[in-house]
């Protein structure tokens, strides 16, 4: 049986939590320093509580160590991973390939998407150096996914859900280029979510204002059973800097995907332990979502973007029928609670929102009426209901017992075997008298040992094996029961073995040459890649700035999106080549059809 992983973005100890209470199988999380989410740092004091926790389900924690470093950075970077190997965490998610020089803890290494892992002579790289996962570019289809597997024997991880970046991972300057802040480096100024007016190569303005290079968030929840049957062992979340409801929700979204999938196909099982109830129904239009769009798993296709807003829109209610001085009416069969949040688009494409002061019938009363017409679309993107659930106790995640309690010659004999097959003994001396009330004897067992309700367990079966019925007084059952469950604790933690990395194998790259894609940022990085057949190997752009250099490199492209592909036989298309304005800043589009790819300069 396979096991497969749902993989949870953490921004802190709170989103780790309860991103394992809704079901997720591992979470990945930064620490103080050298994530790819810079405003996303933990302590070490909250990573251990985490690893402590997401243990007791065989859960696992990964840690996101993930820019790239310079050599100052390089030998913090080493400490640190050593200090978060002590707080238990279970992998190191990197792109510097300067820490393989170093001396790092035993723990499985993650090739961050942040390395540009799109190619099968990449992966079996990173394969072949000692690397047991790779996370790879969220731009590949299920058909190279699947060959990727066929021809390696790695790990791999895909992102089914979040924000998507327009940029092959890994391969964006245009932050660092323009402001000084590194997307390489946790620190990425987010120009893809700016709006741009697009000006042809005779000065005409095509757009004006659009989001152009903002794609809508990726969701693939309807091609997780193809992605799973492709060899695809870790599915991805994106959202290291989303809230704690989106955390929530996302999460027991895709867990409820899963579990359903598993139902059918026995072939396939989660990778932890616990059954998790869930006690609001997850909607993914009702936390941060730009839309939705597959991206590239079935291949190219259209409405890539959401060029109207960066912003998160929620979900479509319906079209206003009716509108009054103070109120307006609207075609919807969702329920609409006072204090929602709605928005709609305006004349001029712009995303206006607004409260919901009271609901009267069918009639909705603004606590200021905005400018609305009969026909506008409206969007509910805050739900004071759906909230109110997720602030309260939202899941749980419980661990399934079966415990046998038994008479011995001269002792008690209490025993738990979990589902996992984990087994734990407790012996207890006591005074064993007959029970005057037979019928009360084993009621009065089962009640209290059935009562697990604040711990990671729950009962399945108990079984009583004695000679006669016994009496026992409650408070010494409810003392076995708090010391059997703290020493099945133990054990299941006895019990927990974290993996072991693997043996590098010195692999040759397939390259001889290295230029500033390569984020070679580091006298290490450096010397591995010369180890390993490179002879010219360029500093990263943070080193060394560079001009008339792509600063995108997209799968996404602006002229398919336009309808102005070759391919698509448009009647008119605008004269090339296109520029990207933003205030006083000015980037150049250049098109590589052969390669079908769009790049991004600086101007």
């Not at 049957?229 to 999460?251: A, C, F, M």
């Not at 133990?490 to 692999?507: A, D, L, M």
Request: hydrophobic share 35%.
């Amino acid at each position: 049986m396979q096991k497969i992983e749902l993989l949870s973005p953490a921004k802190n100890l709170e989103c780790a939590l309860a991103a394992i209470n809704c079901g997720a199988d591992a979470v990945y999380i930064g620490a103080v320093a050298f994530g790819a989410r810079a405003a996303a740092g933990n302590s070490i004091a909250d990573i251990e509580k985490l690893t402590n926790y997401a243990h007791k389900f065989c859960a696992k924690v990964y840690l996101t160590l993930n820019t790239i470093l310079t050599d100052n950075e390089l030998r913090d970077a080493e400490k640190l991973s050593w200090q978060v190997y002590d707080a238990g965490v279970d992998a190191l998610i990197i792109q510097d390939m300067g820490l393989l020089m170093c001396d790092l803890p035993p723990l499985p290494l993650h090739a961050s998407t942040q390395t540009d892992n799109r190619t099968l002579e990449k992966v079996q790289f990173l394969q072949q150096n000692g690397f047991s996962r790779v996370v790879l570019a969220r731009e590949l289809s299920l058909r190279q996914i699947a060959d990727i597997k066929k021809n390696t024997n790695i790990e791999l991880e895909v992102f089914v859900g979040g924000a998507l970046c327009v940029s092959y991972s890994g391969q964006c300057y245009i932050s660092a280029a323009a402001c000084g802040r590194s997307a390489n480096c946790g620190q990425c100024a987010q120009y893809c979510r700016l709006s741009y007016d697009l000006v042809d190569g005779k000065g005409n303005k095509i757009l004006k204002n659009k989001y152009l290079l903002s794609l809508k968030d990726l969701d693939l929840s309807q091609n997780l059973p193809d992605l799973i049957k492709s060899g695809v062992s870790s599915l991805k979340i994106e959202g290291r800097l989303k809230s704690v409801d989106y955390v929530k929700n996302t999460t027991a979204f895709y867990r409820k995907k899963l579990d359903e999938i598993f139902e059918k196909d026995s072939n396939f099982c989660a990778a932890s332990s616990g059954k998790t109830r869930l006690f609001f129904s997850p909607d993914l239009e009702k936390t941060f979502r730009r839309s939705a769009t597959t991206y590239f798993i079935n291949g190219r296709q259209n409405s890539m973007i959401q060029a109207n807003t960066p912003k998160s829109t929620g979900e479509y209610l319906g079209k206003i029928t009716f509108v009054s001085n103070n109120y307006f009416q609207i075609k919807t069969e969702k329920k609409l609670n006072n204090g929602d949040g709605l928005c709609f688009f305006t004349q001029n494409d712009e995303l206006q929102g607004f409260r919901i002061n009271k609901t009267e019938n069918n009639k909705i009363f603004p606590q200021q009426m905005p400018d609305l017409s009969v026909g506008t679309q409206i969007f509910r993107n805050q739900d004071i209901a759906f909230e109110k659930q997720l602030q309260g106790k939202s899941s749980e995640r419980k661990i399934t017992l079966d415990i046998i309690f038994k008479e011995k010659e001269q002792d008690i004999e209490i025993q738990l075997i979990d589902e996992d097959g984990i087994k734990s003994s407790n012996i207890f001396s006591a005074e064993k008298q007959i029970a005057q009330k037979p019928e009360n004897a084993v009621q009065t067992i089962e009640n209290q040992l059935n009562k697990l309700g604040d711990t990671v367990f729950e009962l399945k079966n108990i079984k009583i094996v004695w000679d006669k019925p016994l009496f026992f007084p409650v408070s010494l059952l409810a003392q076995w029961r708090r010391q059997i469950i703290e020493n099945h604790l133990i054990t299941r933690e006895k019990n927990y073995i974290r993996q072991k990395t693997e043996t590098s194998q010195n692999g040759k790259f397939y390259k001889t040459s290295l230029d500033y894609t390569g984020n070679v940022a580091n006298a290490c990085a450096k010397e591995f890649y010369a180890q390993r057949g490179v002879n010219e190997i360029a500093p990263a752009f943070e080193l060394l700035p560079q001009s008339e250099i792509p600063l995108m490199f997209c799968k996404y492209c602006i002229k398919y999106e336009m309808g102005w592909c070759a391919r698509q036989k448009h009647a008119s298309v605008p004269a090339e080549p296109y520029f990207l304005l933003h205030g006083n800043q000015r980037f150049r589009l250049k098109f590589d059809c052969q390669k079908c790819e769009m790049y991004v300069f600086g101007a």
